[in-house]
């Protein structure tokens, strides 16, 4: 995860960023997204004043604090602007609070059209219309959709000699390559080779640490 590595530098553990996993389809990170039935009248989400919003469960970074983060960001406190929060539980239920009318807007992890949470619920059939018939993905529009979240960046510490941090990622970056079906099994063929990147990609993600340490104050 990227918030373990992000905190060690809040609490000074010096560490640097050196590469990054890249999906197939969303590359090096994923999004979290604001969805509302295509048959409301809700266009954007400054559209849903006062109406209910649907969140995963605290622990849930695409789900309930990069939503809440991506929102404070845009100046909307979600307590006064909403007129309730429903915690679903999971990525399912709140889609199902959705469909279910339970909510009005609902936040969820995405990483492309063709692959989400959402996807997957309806290729499997999960999300029906009152009359039965299986919901499709033009059933739902996004209202907002957040920054990238990045992937969790593979890390060494800072003092390290720079030649041994200099060969490590060498051999880890070239490792894709010459063990192909190693690198393959790690992740089901569903990712790319790694690529690399540096500390300064996660810099966002300090912040969304911090505001997070917020909301558990408040609450």
Do not use: C
């Amino acid at each position: 995860m990227v918030r373990p590595r992000s905190r060690a530098r809040i609490t000074g553990v010096e560490t640097e960023a050196f590469a990054a996993n890249v999906n197939r389809e969303s590359g090096k990170g994923y999004y979290s997204v604001f969805y509302v039935l295509a048959s409301s009248p809700y266009q954007s989400i400054l559209d849903l004043k006062g109406k209910n919003l649907g969140l995963v469960d605290a622990n849930s970074t695409s789900g309930y604090q990069v939503p809440l983060f991506t929102l404070n960001e845009m100046g909307i406190d979600h307590d006064r602007f909403f007129a309730r929060g429903v915690i679903a539980g999971s990525h399912q239920n709140v889609i199902f609070a959705l469909v279910a009318g339970t909510v009005d807007v609902a936040a969820n992890s995405w990483n492309s059209d063709s692959f989400s949470n959402l996807t997957r619920m309806l290729n499997k059939g999960m999300l029906k219309k009152p009359d039965g018939s299986q919901m499709q993905q033009s059933d739902f529009r996004i209202v907002l959709k957040s920054p990238m979240i990045p992937n969790g960046p593979y890390t060494f510490l800072a003092a390290l000699p720079d030649a041994m941090k200099a060969d490590i990622r060498q051999a880890f970056l070239a490792a894709p390559m010459k063990a192909k079906e190693a690198f393959d099994r790690l992740s089901d063929g569903q990712n790319l080779p790694w690529e690399p990147i540096d500390s300064s990609a996660y810099n966002d993600t300090i912040k969304l640490v911090r505001f997070v340490d917020q909301l558990r104050k408040r609450s």
